[in-house]
């Protein structure tokens, strides 16, 4: 199809998903929230940062590569990579020295609703799902507050002994604490000089310094997980997320496993009171290998019916599961790279045993189907156009108060350099005798082991904001691929 075609496409089929949004009951969404501290730096904040930190020690840092920030050189260091590849990275402090030093040199940010679960529960109910149902652990007052306004948002607390639905607002504990996460955002195209190397940043996109306080846990109060069936009848799916803060042995001397068993037992639970519920996990940037390898094997597979993931995300999968050359030609910049992320999201599929991967890039998204997914490929197709349309809304606006906003998202042009790289990967699969040149330029191919859904996407010139588009791409996508079976 010729970029218009696609363009007609996405108008069809935006406005069919967004009348089809209503038929989906309700949602449940848990677990991470914190608020985001958004600070978008400009190269005099980089020399200024680079004035402050030791060189040598920055250059040390770089070769070993921190996967845990407890160093102003620790920060710099990833940041300087992050930069340096235009990849967006998350990486926890546990030492909160680390926001002073970053609020005396940067300034304050400016604060938003932050954690994949916020930031998901806020998109759906702004775009007018019936009923969603957060939960977030630690739901304090100050968090609370950056929950949307809306009626169709809810939280459950429990009152004389009965669960009761309630906004977040009112339904928080005054015991509980916010967790702050600051997210540094910069643009393509700065340009500067470490230690004789110049760095010329490729892509908008951010890093993430994210808090990681003790009393941080992945897991449901006793009372509401007895009491979760008495409510959750007319939910139709299930958006996970926050796994990443497990540790592998926490501050009370619980493993990982302790957390492991609890996150399983919840999902069972919502099957056993819908058993036709899907479950979606968006999973992220996961430093800790173990708990990496662990969020995978044994909390996603089998018991998870769908993943969401970015191209780095899924090489670090890959990269976990054993596939070393794959991952590492995913991340490489080289023509292979797009064919190189197909293979890895339908071995993502079939190792993982799923009904869907979801995989979003700049500039196109794939969509790996399993064979007894209930979704034809053709309406997984129509739920990618409008998500892509809702996600070009928000890097538009950095926000999406409305159903009625995300029509904006359509005016943005499809991205050539996307759409090219889509050709692309036609062009691999066709020489592998994957699908025909037809159904590879319709977006959909099927073979005999999973179907294959690929899009262009619109992309915003300059966007207000990177952070949260991820998590829009895949809660509007997994959502109104719940629209569509409702609708049988
Ligand atoms: P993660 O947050 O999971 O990394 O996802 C970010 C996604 O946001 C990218 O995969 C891309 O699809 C989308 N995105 C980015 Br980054 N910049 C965008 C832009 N300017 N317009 C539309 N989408 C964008
Ligand atoms: C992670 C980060 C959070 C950010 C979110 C965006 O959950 O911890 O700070 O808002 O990703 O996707």
Redesign the pocket.
């Known amino acids: 199809m010729e970029i218009s075609d696609w363009e007609r496409e996405y108008r069809d089929s935006y406005f069919k998903m967004k009348d089809m949004i209503h038929n989906v009951r309700g949602v449940f969404v848990a677990y991470?929230c914190?608020i985001?501290s958004i600070k978008k730096i400009e190269k005099t904040d980089i020399l200024h940062m680079l004035n402050t930190v030791n060189t040598q020690t920055v250059k040390s840092r770089l070769q070993e590569y921190p996967r845990e920030i407890s160093s102003p050189e620790d920060f710099v260091a990833r940041l300087l990579i992050s930069m340096r590849d235009g990849k967006a990275a998350?990486v926890p402090t546990y030492d909160l020295k680390i926001h002073d030093w970053l609020t005396k040199n940067l300034g304050q940010g400016k604060s938003r609703m932050?954690?994949?679960a916020g930031?998901i529960a806020n998109t759906l109910a702004n775009i007018d799902v019936r009923n969603v149902i957060a939960y977030v652990p630690w739901l304090s007052k100050e968090q609370a507050d950056y929950f949307v306004n809306k009626d169709n948002l809810f939280h459950p607390i429990i009152e004389n002994n009965h669960l009761r639905l309630k906004h977040p607002t009112k339904a928080y504990s005054s015991n509980k604490k916010p967790k702050i996460?600051w997210?540094i955002e910069y643009s393509k195209g700065i340009e500067f000089d470490f230690s004789g190397e110049k760095i010329i940043v490729p892509r908008d996109n951010r890093l993430?310094v994210?808090s990681r306080p003790p009393w941080i846990k992945i897991d449901m109060e006793k009372d509401i997980y007895e009491h979760l069936q008495e409510v959750y009848k007319g939910i139709d799916g299930a958006l996970l997320s926050g796994y990443q803060m497990i540790k592998e042995v926490d501050e009370d001397g619980n493993t990982y496993d302790y957390y492991v068993d609890k996150s399983v037992k919840l999902i069972k639970k919502l099957k056993e009171v819908n058993p036709k519920i899907r479950i979606h996990v968006e999973f992220?940037s996961i430093q800790n290998r173990v708990i990496r390898n662990v969020i995978l094997k044994k909390i996603i597979h089998e018991h998870v019916h769908s993943i969401g993931l970015d191209t780095v995300e899924v090489a670090n999968a890959l990269n976990v599961l054993g596939y070393e050359e794959l991952a590492f030609a995913v991340i490489k910049k080289d023509e292979r790279a797009i064919d190189a992320l197909y293979e890895g999201a339908v071995i993502l599929l079939h190792e993982l045993k799923l009904e869907r991967v979801q995989v979003h890039s700049l500039g196109y998204y794939i969509c790996v189907s399993s064979k007894d997914s209930p979704v034809t490929p053709e309406d997984h197709k129509k739920s990618l156009l409008f998500a892509a349309t809702v996600a070009a809304s928000k890097a538009m606006s950095g926000d999406i108060t409305t159903l009625e906003d995300c029509d904006q998202g359509l005016e943005v042009p499809i991205w050539k350099d996307g759409y090219n790289k889509f050709e692309t990967l036609e062009k691999h699969l066709i020489e592998r005798g994957i699908g025909t040149l037809k159904e590879l330029q319709d977006g959909c191919v099927c073979t005999p082991k999973h179907d294959v859904i690929i899009i262009p996407t619109k992309v915003v010139k300059n966007p207000v904001a990177t952070?949260?588009i991820?998590?829009t791409i895949s809660a509007a996508a997994f959502v109104s691929m719940l629209s569509t079976l409702n609708a049988k």
């Open positions: 991470n914190n985001d998350e932050g954690g994949q930031i996460n997210i993430i994210s992220t952070v949260g991820g998590d």
